[in-house]
């Protein structure tokens, strides 16, 4: 093969994603998952940090690291899915444990949506769940009680395994405004890298954290082609395991 035929095909050897400069980069996942059986949850979990702080924290292998901002690509983003506990986290010392409800697609729930003692876990409409009507929040504010967010399946950079950041209600307008951008730009989630900063807010009275997505880079054309698949394969790995 010539140099330039070579060229054409390679994935940049300064590039910032070493998964990429795998040929068959879903290959290598799909080995990687399949064979330590991971599953959604198994994925390192980052948090929009509470209280507004302006860093993310991540572990390392030494301890958790701060970070200003996370780069990297978006390769799936699972969206409208609800979460319900019939304790108030504010009243369980922060802990969550299991929701007692959760939907998948926001529009049937399963588990126990009501505070009586004696309530059997069913399957109901979230449309017509008294928890997720504004104002039905137990906190401050007039939100809904029953929390909204998605999960980002988000390949870092100088990483071969994607993390997972769990982004709440109050960073769901972000990430969609982002999302038509690139639309509007003729762009798409998987052909950038994107910077995730947190940005400090106000809601109900209460200091958060906000994600604040930008372009920080447009990718290669090798390097599209290459997460392009990588995201076909997230879909379908994250559809079978939160399901």
Known sequence: MSKKKEDAVAVPSDSAFPLLKNENPRAFLEQVFEGFGVNAFQLKQIRVPSGGA???TVEGPSGPEPH??????ILAIRNNLRKWWRVRLDDNDGSSGPPDCRSTDGVHGLGINSLDEGAEPSKHECSECPWAQFGSTRG???GQDCQQYALIFFLR?????PVVI???????NQMTSFGLDLIDRDLDPSSVVTELALTQDKRGGKDVSIITPRVAA???KVEVERVQELS???REWSEDRIN
């Open 54 to 56: 302006p860093f993310w």
């Open 68 to 73: 200003e901002s996370l780069r990297g690509v």
């Open 140 to 142: 401050p504010g007039s």
């Open 157 to 161: 950079e100088g990483s071969r395994v």
């Open 166 to 172: 769990s982004a709440p209600p109050t960073s769901l």
């Open 218 to 220: 447009e990718l290669g």
């Open 232 to 234: 076909a394969y997230m």
